[in-house]
Protein backbone atom coordinates (compact mmCIF):
# COMPACT_ATOMS: atom_id res chain seq x y z
CA UNK A 1 0.00 0.00 0.00
CA UNK A 2 1.62 3.36 -0.97
CA UNK A 3 -1.08 5.28 1.15
CA UNK A 4 -0.32 8.28 3.56
CA UNK A 5 -2.94 9.27 6.25
CA UNK A 6 -2.70 12.61 7.73
CA UNK A 7 -5.15 14.20 10.79
CA UNK A 8 -6.27 16.71 11.39
CA UNK A 9 -8.03 17.62 8.43
CA UNK A 10 -7.92 21.33 10.11
CA UNK A 11 -6.71 23.23 12.71
CA UNK A 12 -6.78 26.62 14.26
CA UNK A 13 -3.65 27.69 16.18
CA UNK A 14 -3.36 31.18 17.88
CA UNK A 15 -0.64 33.30 16.92
CA UNK A 16 2.69 32.44 18.83
CA UNK A 17 1.37 28.63 19.38
CA UNK A 18 2.27 25.40 18.38
CA UNK A 19 0.73 23.69 15.07
CA UNK A 20 0.91 19.94 14.85
CA UNK A 21 -0.04 17.80 12.11
CA UNK A 22 0.53 13.98 12.04
CA UNK A 23 1.10 11.08 9.41
CA UNK A 24 1.12 7.69 9.10
CA UNK A 25 2.19 5.27 6.04
CA UNK A 26 2.52 1.57 5.32
CA UNK A 27 5.17 1.19 2.87
CA UNK A 28 8.26 0.69 3.85
CA UNK A 29 10.03 1.18 0.66
CA UNK A 30 9.33 5.15 0.65
CA UNK A 31 12.77 7.19 0.53
CA UNK A 32 11.81 10.33 1.73
CA UNK A 33 9.06 12.19 3.46
CA UNK A 34 8.76 15.74 2.58
CA UNK A 35 6.00 18.15 3.98
CA UNK A 36 4.58 20.69 1.49
CA UNK A 37 2.97 23.74 1.59
CA UNK A 38 0.00 25.18 -0.35
CA UNK A 39 -1.31 28.53 -0.73
CA UNK A 40 -4.89 29.39 -2.00
CA UNK A 41 -4.34 29.00 -5.93
CA UNK A 42 -1.13 27.77 -5.77
CA UNK A 43 0.82 25.08 -6.43
CA UNK A 44 2.36 22.72 -3.44
CA UNK A 45 6.51 24.06 -2.46
CA UNK A 46 8.78 21.98 -1.04
CA UNK A 47 8.42 22.53 2.66
CA UNK A 48 11.21 20.62 4.70
CA UNK A 49 11.68 16.98 4.00
CA UNK A 50 13.22 13.78 6.11
CA UNK A 51 14.84 10.46 4.88
CA UNK A 52 14.01 7.52 7.09
CA UNK A 53 17.40 7.41 8.74
CA UNK A 54 16.82 10.36 10.44
CA UNK A 55 14.55 10.54 13.57
CA UNK A 56 14.41 14.82 13.18
CA UNK A 57 15.41 17.47 11.11
CA UNK A 58 14.82 20.80 11.91
CA UNK A 59 14.63 24.12 9.63
CA UNK A 60 13.55 27.50 10.97
CA UNK A 61 10.16 27.17 12.80
CA UNK A 62 9.74 24.10 11.17
CA UNK A 63 10.34 20.21 12.60
CA UNK A 64 9.96 16.96 11.28
CA UNK A 65 9.69 14.12 13.51
CA UNK A 66 10.03 10.74 12.46
CA UNK A 67 9.01 7.48 14.22
CA UNK A 68 10.83 4.39 12.05
CA UNK A 69 8.93 1.83 13.84
CA UNK A 70 5.99 3.36 14.29
CA UNK A 71 5.77 4.18 10.73
CA UNK A 72 4.55 7.93 11.87
CA UNK A 73 5.59 11.27 11.42
CA UNK A 74 5.17 14.79 12.25
CA UNK A 75 5.26 18.54 11.28
CA UNK A 76 5.87 21.03 14.31
CA UNK A 77 5.23 24.69 13.44
CA UNK A 78 6.57 26.56 16.82
CA UNK A 79 5.46 30.22 17.29
CA UNK A 80 2.42 30.00 14.25
CA UNK A 81 2.56 32.68 12.58
CA UNK A 82 -0.50 34.43 10.38
CA UNK A 83 1.36 33.67 7.39
CA UNK A 84 1.69 30.06 8.24
CA UNK A 85 -2.17 29.81 7.33
CA UNK A 86 -1.87 27.23 4.07
CA UNK A 87 -3.00 23.93 3.38
CA UNK A 88 -0.25 21.23 4.38
CA UNK A 89 0.56 17.88 2.88
CA UNK A 90 2.31 15.41 4.17
CA UNK A 91 4.15 13.27 1.31
CA UNK A 92 5.89 10.01 1.20
CA UNK A 93 8.47 9.45 -2.05
CA UNK A 94 9.74 6.29 -3.67
CA UNK A 95 12.47 6.08 -5.96
CA UNK A 96 14.03 3.79 -7.99
CA UNK A 97 15.85 3.34 -11.19
CA UNK A 98 14.24 5.76 -13.79
CA UNK A 99 11.19 5.64 -11.65
CA UNK A 100 9.67 8.29 -8.95
CA UNK A 101 6.63 8.87 -6.88
CA UNK A 102 5.14 11.22 -4.47
CA UNK A 103 2.11 10.46 -2.62
CA UNK A 104 0.38 13.36 -1.32
CA UNK A 105 -1.63 12.25 2.50
CA UNK A 106 -5.12 14.30 2.48
CA UNK A 107 -3.95 17.57 4.01
CA UNK A 108 -4.42 19.91 6.45
CA UNK A 109 -5.68 23.35 6.57
CA UNK A 110 -4.38 25.55 8.96
CA UNK A 111 -5.54 28.70 10.30
CA UNK A 112 -3.20 30.92 12.57
CA UNK A 113 -5.40 34.03 14.28
CA UNK A 114 -4.27 37.23 15.46
CA UNK B 1 14.23 31.17 -9.49
CA UNK B 2 13.56 28.45 -12.17
CA UNK B 3 10.02 27.72 -12.66
CA UNK B 4 7.41 25.24 -13.92
CA UNK B 5 4.94 27.07 -15.72
CA UNK B 6 1.85 25.66 -17.47
CA UNK B 7 -0.84 26.48 -19.52
CA UNK B 8 -3.90 27.48 -19.75
CA UNK B 9 -4.67 28.41 -15.91
CA UNK B 10 -7.88 28.06 -16.85
CA UNK B 11 -10.04 26.10 -19.53
CA UNK B 12 -13.85 25.21 -19.43
CA UNK B 13 -14.75 22.54 -21.94
CA UNK B 14 -17.91 20.09 -22.94
CA UNK B 15 -17.97 16.90 -21.42
CA UNK B 16 -17.07 14.67 -24.33
CA UNK B 17 -14.06 17.31 -25.42
CA UNK B 18 -10.38 16.63 -25.99
CA UNK B 19 -8.41 18.81 -24.02
CA UNK B 20 -4.74 19.61 -23.70
CA UNK B 21 -2.72 20.77 -20.84
CA UNK B 22 0.58 22.05 -21.90
CA UNK B 23 3.25 22.62 -19.17
CA UNK B 24 6.88 23.55 -19.46
CA UNK B 25 9.58 21.94 -16.83
CA UNK B 26 12.70 23.65 -15.26
CA UNK B 27 14.98 23.66 -18.34
CA UNK B 28 17.25 20.65 -16.83
CA UNK B 29 14.93 18.54 -14.67
CA UNK B 30 14.62 15.22 -16.55
CA UNK B 31 11.75 13.54 -14.43
CA UNK B 32 7.93 14.75 -14.87
CA UNK B 33 4.31 15.05 -13.15
CA UNK B 34 1.50 15.45 -13.34
CA UNK B 35 -0.88 15.44 -10.30
CA UNK B 36 -4.43 16.61 -10.39
CA UNK B 37 -6.60 18.18 -7.14
CA UNK B 38 -10.38 18.08 -7.31
CA UNK B 39 -11.21 21.10 -5.10
CA UNK B 40 -10.84 21.23 -1.12
CA UNK B 41 -8.80 17.67 -1.62
CA UNK B 42 -6.03 15.72 -2.05
CA UNK B 43 -3.37 15.75 -3.98
CA UNK B 44 -3.68 12.69 -6.44
CA UNK B 45 -1.12 10.90 -8.78
CA UNK B 46 -2.02 10.75 -12.08
CA UNK B 47 1.52 9.83 -13.70
CA UNK B 48 5.41 9.87 -13.66
CA UNK B 49 7.34 10.04 -17.50
CA UNK B 50 11.09 9.77 -17.51
CA UNK B 51 12.96 9.37 -20.99
CA UNK B 52 10.18 9.83 -23.38
CA UNK B 53 8.35 7.09 -21.79
CA UNK B 54 5.71 6.49 -18.64
CA UNK B 55 7.50 5.03 -15.57
CA UNK B 56 4.26 5.07 -13.13
CA UNK B 57 0.85 6.04 -13.89
CA UNK B 58 -2.04 5.59 -11.06
CA UNK B 59 -5.77 4.23 -11.16
CA UNK B 60 -6.78 7.30 -12.31
CA UNK B 61 -4.59 7.48 -15.36
CA UNK B 62 -6.92 5.38 -18.06
CA UNK B 63 -7.30 5.17 -21.86
CA UNK B 64 -8.44 8.45 -21.64
CA UNK B 65 -5.73 10.23 -20.42
CA UNK B 66 -2.28 10.43 -22.72
CA UNK B 67 1.20 12.33 -21.98
CA UNK B 68 3.65 13.41 -24.65
CA UNK B 69 6.81 15.25 -24.72
CA UNK B 70 6.72 16.64 -27.72
CA UNK B 71 9.75 18.77 -28.12
CA UNK B 72 12.66 19.44 -26.06
CA UNK B 73 10.72 21.91 -23.47
CA UNK B 74 6.81 21.08 -23.52
CA UNK B 75 5.33 18.33 -21.48
CA UNK B 76 1.50 17.86 -22.17
CA UNK B 77 -1.73 16.03 -20.52
CA UNK B 78 -4.28 15.21 -22.89
CA UNK B 79 -7.86 13.57 -22.00
CA UNK B 80 -9.48 12.58 -24.91
CA UNK B 81 -12.93 12.66 -23.93
CA UNK B 82 -13.87 14.45 -20.89
CA UNK B 83 -15.96 14.08 -17.89
CA UNK B 84 -17.73 15.84 -15.40
CA UNK B 85 -15.69 14.07 -12.84
CA UNK B 86 -12.15 15.33 -14.70
CA UNK B 87 -13.21 18.78 -13.32
CA UNK B 88 -10.20 19.18 -11.07
CA UNK B 89 -7.11 21.85 -10.88
CA UNK B 90 -4.02 19.61 -12.58
CA UNK B 91 -0.53 20.28 -11.35
CA UNK B 92 2.70 19.36 -13.54
CA UNK B 93 5.82 18.93 -11.75
CA UNK B 94 9.19 18.34 -12.66
CA UNK B 95 12.72 17.18 -10.87
CA UNK B 96 16.26 15.95 -11.28
CA UNK B 97 18.25 12.96 -10.03
CA UNK B 98 20.20 15.22 -7.94
CA UNK B 99 16.98 16.76 -6.02
CA UNK B 100 15.41 13.28 -6.10
CA UNK B 101 17.90 11.94 -4.25
CA UNK B 102 18.52 14.36 -1.39
CA UNK B 103 15.47 15.33 -0.65
CA UNK B 104 12.52 13.69 -2.86
CA UNK B 105 11.70 17.23 -3.84
CA UNK B 106 9.04 17.96 -6.91
CA UNK B 107 8.60 21.54 -8.57
CA UNK B 108 5.10 22.20 -9.18
CA UNK B 109 3.91 24.71 -11.47
CA UNK B 110 0.78 26.73 -10.35
CA UNK B 111 -1.93 24.32 -11.83
CA UNK B 112 -4.32 24.46 -15.19
CA UNK B 113 -8.09 24.54 -13.60
CA UNK B 114 -9.95 22.69 -15.66
CA UNK B 115 -14.16 23.01 -15.87
CA UNK B 116 -15.66 20.52 -17.82
CA UNK B 117 -19.93 21.31 -18.33
Known amino acids: QQQVKQSPQSLIVQKGGISIINCAYENTAFDYFPWYQQFPGKGPALLIA?????SEKKEGRFTISFNKSAKQFSLHIMDSQPGDSATYFCAATWITGTASKLTFGTGTRLQVTL | EPEVTQTPSHQVTQMGQEVILRCVPI?????FYWYRQILGQKVEFLVS????????KSEIFDDQFSVERPDGSNFTLKIRSTKLEDSAMYFC???????????????FGEGSRLTVL
Open chain 2, 49 to 56: FYNNEISE
Open chain 1, 50 to 54: IRPDV
Open chain 2, 27 to 31: SNHLY
Open chain 2, 93 to 107: ASSDRRLLANTGELF
